[in-house]
């Protein structure tokens, strides 16, 4: 039998392999509710620009997703399932550089965790310190960072495109700008409460071993480089 057969045979004696779905492909769909449109809330506040970060986060326009810490080792590194289109930080403040480094803290009020999360307060958004929210070009899902914890998860969005979130004190908003046949636009609305996306939050804030540095015997830890 001739090498090439004989290969050929094996490789069709070979149990065929499924194909593992991309992560964001895999998790779950979410209990979204049509809402009333209601006047935006006040801003959100944003962090002290004196406040000490120990943790950097880059990112980059194709996606790629780089967190430091304030030695310069390596805490995680991946990629989004698409571009950046539009970026959070914390409880809904928006982000006017995402390719900027930014500085986020080593220790969140997630990493308490149920226990410490604020479930019958009437403003959930004060747990949400040390998030990073991504709204990538394809707008169906947002890709939610714990740099703390070097995890993330993605929370699968309804609507088409033209999104945009608001984080209101109980629930997470997502609006959609909708152009009308006739002309004109019209806006559509969907909520998901918080304490509806407990089991993300809990997993978010337990801290990831497989995402610690990682390195050689000679250099334990990988340093931060020029690139991704």
Not at 128 to 136: M, P, R
Not at 163 to 184: C, I, K, N
């Amino acid at each position: 039998m001739r090498l090439g057969t004989l290969l050929l045979t094996a490789a069709l004696a070979l149990p065929a392999q499924t194909p593992r779905p991309l992560p964001w492909m895999a998790a779950p769909p979410l209990p979204w509710k049509t809402a009333e449109l209601t006047p935006l809330p006040v801003p959100p506040r944003a962090l002290p620009t004196q406040t000490y970060f120990a943790l950097t986060l880059h990112l980059s326009k194709d996606g790629a997703l780089r967190i430091t810490d304030d030695a310069g080792l390596v805490r995680l590194r991946t990629g989004l399932p698409g571009r950046p289109l539009k970026v959070w930080r914390d409880w809904g403040i928006p982000v006017a550089d995402p390719y900027a480094p930014l500085g986020f803290p080593g220790r969140t009020p997630l990493m308490r965790g149920i226990g410490g999360l604020p479930v019958g307060a009437p403003d959930f958004r004060p747990a949400l310190e040390g998030l990073f929210w991504v709204l990538d070009d394809d707008e169906k899902r947002i890709t939610l960072i714990h740099p703390a914890a070097s995890r993330l998860v993605y929370l699968p969005l309804p609507g088409e495109s033209g999104l945009d979130l608001v984080f209101r004190p109980d629930r997470l908003e997502v609006r959609e700008l909708r152009s009308l046949a006739g002309g004109g636009q019209d806006t559509v609305c969907w909520s998901i409460p918080w304490l509806a996306l407990l089991p993300q939050f809990i997993h978010l804030g337990q801290e990831n071993p497989n995402n610690r540095p990682s390195g050689t015997a000679m250099v334990p830890y990988p340093k931060e480089s020029a690139g991704f």
